[in-house]
């Protein structure tokens, strides 16, 4: 990778090649741990044997992390953010339309039912799903005109997380902590917080590191429970307890190292157990919301009832998400993805049974909780240096689909909004076609998203690269992408 | 792909637009991403259904992708403009003026297109009218081919070391008589006699045998076997040691599992469905009894390739052509010309890295950056598998038989490979990969680079297929290709040494490391040919030198200096024992290791999260039974979508690429599961027992003696026995001070598949007190698609079936798991199926309430109080219930007191449930209708089972535990 580590040969050789250890934690040698065994000339602990140590960027971050709220399974733009007046005419009339890759139909054009206005000093366009973020447009830069290669959920969903439709090439939050490694060795930096209803499509592919090692991996993050999978000592174990186990173990494992000099990867697997103990604290602690105000719970609606459909969770759940992202971005995670909606259908933003249902489920689970969150990140100042994202693996039609009116995938034409760091607010970029079927206007591939959120985050997609199989990768691809100047401040 | 006629109405403006933007772009090929806007439905009906076939027909069978009469390309909007020798046949500042009109116009006498007759009024008039649009074309044209950049091998290209033919290298001269005589010792003894270094001193026995037993079987070995060995003062002690290994099953276990990472192996297609691939462990039993029967290599990879085409087809021959259909695929492709083109992309490149170490797939869309490797060469190289039945996507939910075929034996089915027909229909160069842009047709042939002719014709094969891929397959074991003996002795190599000689086991071009040993590999590889291409025979030879058995001390100063990596092999490597080595380890020394063989897979226990992230939770996911699920990792469903934590921490392989070595990551996960999962309790509990009943005492010295005899078949030091006998006292102490706690957790997720609810008992869905306990898993109404969710007014819960009451008491002291979503306390209950009917107190955490409920048809809320207690903090909890009166007291102060008006006075048991997060509760005293019980559960014994645990948990931790020297 040009600009963090040597040359690509070197690479392989720490990274790929295996028995050269890579191990984490910077504990340890600031301790001075690693100096008082001995090591061979070129055995210390290289960056490379920490794969999350903090790296540079390229150039100057305008964001030093990510908050991705991923609304899984393609939430509309017609009906949220970008407002169709010539759709809003022509309800019920017959056009033909492309439903899935080649087959082009007649259907019937669906109007919008929910209302828009115009907000805040940019006047920017929201409906009336979303009252609360509504509230934030000027900080909001809305990208209309963006388009992906997918009809279906399987392949559109890797594409958005990894780039990529074919399943194995590492996800957005690999490449930023492959890029930046993280700021804070104590806690996961790559986080992924799913639905209770269950996961996206795909499932951990989506936030796996691909050919990269499982260093950059996602780790899944939950709101209730064991933060971490295995955090807890087992049965009767307490923390005490835990804590003469390792010293315990170190003990020996120091004996077994007197006797194996210049081998880095046995007290880097020593330091790796340091860092579990150290996690037992660091995770429970970034989600310990008793530390929070009972105002700030209830601004993000974590105290908010569940409502009466049936499929609904009402913001509690994605707010106490959204409020242990700020807790771990403050602590130092550099990524942090969460999910809304799981399992099928009407259970995610796949509208085909309803949009207005659709809506009327998974509007208020999140927006009361993103109004949080924005207000949240701008007062404590961090809004400025954290970049929020919002979307998911496509758009929907703007024709009717069966009797419920529903819509169906799109991703011919569909939106994203960015907040804070580096993004320009108040911003409405580009244009779908006058009904919101097709980007027809500053069109932009879903690849030059993710160009400008690695940019934003002080990365340049065509120098972030990882040598596997033969080809320099890229988060981008083959195709060259382009950073979407409309979009930074 | 045609588009269909159709009527539209509107973006007239976006016409305009897009007509602006061609124009502005000016002359010169676009670039694909300036061409980014599409065309208006209106443009690409006129260009799809009248101009294309227009050009198609009359132009480009002379100014196509084959042929250029005049230098001039049509088939793409940039070649037009470009134009030939007559200058651009499209002018972007004037259309309607360009050649192309002029020629068609017929108005120069000189320039009269097509040449066999003018097109009629109707066609001109239509080229007019898509002029007059600013002659729009679709975007995913090709801007530019593969013929752009002459594609040329050097001879520089062919000097390539890798392509050099194999020659028998002689062997150096030994350097003294002290030296071993085996010729990869004086190979490895010449290279580092340059820099005045030498080879480790052998290591000690004790070091060989488990080296021996990690490398060739997986599995540690016994105390006593390590023993016998080093007792065995014979000359052969150690060779016959290494035949013993090579003849056990479990080594095709072991090395069968590093072919597999080879070839992508896996048993579901990926994706959202994730589907399992019919029969597909059948392929995971050919590859361990090949390894196993040491089916020479040769075979082994005509087998894989070819195994239908062979003159005499077997079970093993059939099984093995499911190497063409491991790969990742997506059931529903947005574009199935794409999909099928990925999925050919799947065998070629698998092909490629597997048997000749080549990342041909780079070439898919241009020709190789940085090896002699052309786009033709690898559509050529695709042409082999083009004949490929391509297997779609049965939406009754039968199981496609276009991927698996009858064994010729009549026992069963297994996944294969198929073609339909003898006739492979065409394979053409993509231009950028795209299968949309179709340009020259090509035939199956070698890469150029290899400068081997293809035979004369292709027989068609008995088995109804083309012959091709038997070509290809007898071509890469011939003996002539130049990468496949020294990709796979390599291989073997790397899992000897934790290295290969080459470091990039997949990629032996331009891109890969060079070999350190070039003249070793050489005379390994011919080795290997001339040795009839066994593998065991290579291993023999690998192994009984003493580049293998050195120490691996790093330890001299002068070779540290110099050769830190350890390139030269001045020592043995440590190496970090796999995923599947870790976990059979585990079992291994538990005791409970299950070495039966062969056969469908196992499904380990995997935590509520790991199910929980899929989106239909646990579909496609089993239940073993525990014997079941203590088989050999290598036996365990190979799933994309959800891998087992502890073999996914430790790096298992993706199964996503094929993968040529593994990374060995050191990360704080790790530590997590192995210190604090499941499987490590359910071990170390059956540990314990073992270590129990093989020392015969309750005394520390013996207990630590015996455990490291079970987990490291060796006598701990005797610092380690005071260490590991002072942490056992202090564990001792400690669970004798602490009682033992029943904790109640929750093992599933809130949202289940009903496919795996139907695997699953009461029992799966909370772990806790078992004796004298019925589970019962709560209601779970259907929210769509076959998900459950649970109802969390009526979740899963527990019941102490010793005793019913009406009336009576409870007093307990309870702790609630922070963030558990809802604990209960259950009485005066009876079970209705799932569910049960009767009272409850319920703590809600997170609403800081508690409430009582009567739980009938419906439930009634009979009190409610904030819940003062703090989640993680212990509390004394008392609950009386008389007839219709009802009290709850915590920490000696009342906080319900109240009557219900209808009550239930059925007598009914004590229960608990929780969720989310666990329960813990003890000291829990009951007075059921004047009968007092205490259940407790403390005991001396027990204590000494919780040390004896947390010492076996110890051992399984230890950095000798997972490195072997």
Redesign the interface.
Known sequence: MTGCCGGRRQFIWELGAGFGGVALSSMLDQDGFFSKHAFGADQDVSSTQKPLAERSPHFFPRAKRCIFLFMYGGPSNMDTFEYKPELQKRDGQEIDIEMRRGSIRKQKLLASRRKFKRYGESGLWCSDAFPGIAKHMDDICVINSLYSDSFAHGSAVLQMNSGQIIQGAPSLGSWVTYGLGTENQNLPAFVVMLDPRGGPINGAPNWGSGYMPAAYQGTKFRTKGDPIQDLSPNGQMTRAMQREHIDALNQLNAQHLEERPGYSELPARIASYELAFQLQNTAPDAMDLRQESRRTLEDYGIYDPRPKHKLSLGPSYFGRQCLIARRMIERGTRFVQIYSGGGHQQQNWDAHHGMEENLEIHAPEIDKPIDALLTDLKQRGLLEDTLVVWGGEFGRQPVSQGNNHGRDHNPKGFLYWMAGGGVKGGVSYGATDDFGMEAVQDRHHIRDLHATVLHLMGLDHEKLTYFYGGLERKLTGVRSAHVIDAAIA | ?G??L??????LS?AL?IVGLLIIAGAGPL???EN???LT?EQRQLFENQIRPLLVNHCLECHGAETQEAGLRLDAFSWALRGGDNGPALDSSDLGTSLLMRAVRYDDANLQMPPTGKLSAKQIQTLEQWIAMGAPWPEDEPVRAAADDQFEITDEDRQFWAFQPIEQPAVPPQRSLTTSANPIDRFVDARLQEQGLSMNPTASRRVLIRRLYFDLIGLPPTAQQVDQFERDRAPDAYNRLVDQLLASPRYGERWGRHWLDVVRFAQTN?????DEKPYAWRFRDYVISAFNQDKPFDRFVVEQLAGDELDKVTDDSITATGFFRLG?W?D????KQQALY?SLDDMV?TTG?AFMGM?I??CR?HD????PLSQEDYYSTLAFVRNVSYYVKHHDGKADTTIFASLPSGRGKTLAVREDGVEAPPTHVLIRGNPKTPAQAVQPRFPQVFGVAMPESIAASPGNTSGRRRVLAEWIVSGEHPLTARVIVNRLWQHHF??GLV??P??F?Q???RPTHPQLLDWLATELMQGDWSLKRMHRLILTSHAFRQS????DPQA??LD??NRMLWRQ????LEAEVIRDSILAASGALNLQMEGPSIYPEV?P??I??????GRGWGRSPPDQRSRRSVYVFSK????V?LL??F?FA?S??PIG?????????????L????F??EQVEQFADRLLLGAGTHDPSALVEHAYQLALARSP?E??MA??VD?FK??LQ??EL?P??P?LT?KL???LHKTFMDVSRAEDYLDGPRQGWSYAQGDW?H???G?H?VRLERGPFALWDQQTAVNGSIKMKLLI?????LAGIIFRAKAREAVFDGYELVFLP??QELSLRRISDHEVTLATAPMVVEPGQWFDLQIDFQNERFKVAIDDQEFINVIDNEPVLHAGKFGLRTW??GLSFRDVQLMMDEHPFVLTGITKIESHE?AR??LC??ML????F??V?
């Open positions: 792909m588009y269909q159709i009527v539209n109405s509107f973006s976006n637009r670039a694909a991403e980014a806007n599409p439905l990926g994706y959202e469905r994730d990742v997506d529903e492709p947005d574009d990925d490149v890295a990342t797939g780079c869309c190789h950056k940085f090896d934790g290295l470091a990039t997949n990629d071009g891109t890969g490391m691996s001390a790093s330890l540290i200096r830190p990596k490597n440590l190496k970090r935590p999260d790991v929980g992230s899929q989106s239909m939770p994309r979508g959800l891998q934590p996914e921490s790096d993706s996503e690429q070595q593994r990374n060995a990551t050191t990360v704080a996960p790790q530590a997590l599961t210190l604090n999962s499941d490590i309790a030091s610092e380690e260490i590991a942490y202090a564990q400690a669970a602490s033992a706690i904790t929750p997720p809130s949202a109404p929210r769509g698609d998900i969710w798991h922070p963030n558990a979503e997170e609403q989310v997060a919780r645990r947390v948990n110890l931790n230890l950095n000798e997972v490195y020297d």
